[in-house]
């Protein structure tokens, strides 16, 4: 078993229900435990602004399916709520990533891991941080607290507000 984080986000439908609803098909799997998952939080769309707010959200799991196995069932569930893929960082009804694998190391054309954007993105290190504040990222060597803190000095421009559901 691997221990693993997976960023979820919807912004398209019920977004909330969405997110609830795949992290209940994702307990489901066999090869997937899941260990921690973080609040829900709506966010401000980076990239792509013409759009609604995101909800996010992410969940520690540890798990027997290798990381391109993992990747297809992810898809897999993205499409089971619809996901079409038209603009880059547009629109969605869900989204799931990888964010880490263990201390893994990929770089392939379909997964790349650590997620090469996680240290950039407050949406995916502030439900990180709730949930496994200490992960040393192999890359930089820092704890996903001292990525959020350095986030959080730098840029001023993204928005997260926590739920309360």
């Known amino acids: 078993m691997e221990k693993t984080a997976i960023g979820l986000g919807s912004n398209l439908g019920d977004p909330v229900r969405m997110c609830l609803d795949a992290l209940l098909l994702l307990q489901r799997r066999p ?47 993205e499409n089971s709520f619809g996901r079409v893929r038209t603009v880059k960082w547009g629109p969605r009804t869900l989204d799931l990533d990888i964010l880490y694998y263990g201390n893994r190391r ?23 941080a709730e949930i496994e504040p200490e992960w040393i990222h192999p890359e930089s060597g820092l704890r996903v607290r001292e990525m959020l803190d350095l986030l959080l000095k730098r840029d001023h421009q993204q928005e997260i507000q926590k739920l309360s559901i």
């Open 106 to 128: 990929m770089d392939l054309a379909s997964l790349r891991i650590p997620h090469p954007q996680m240290q950039d993105r407050l949406f995916v290190l502030v439900p990180l």
């Open 31 to 77: 090869e997937v435990s899941m260990l921690k998952t973080s609040s829900l939080y709506r966010t401000k769309p980076v990239g792509f602004a013409g759009q609604d707010w995101f909800v996010n959200a992410a969940v520690l799991c540890e798990t027997s399916l290798e990381p391109l196995a993992l990747l297809d069932y992810l898809l897999d569930l």
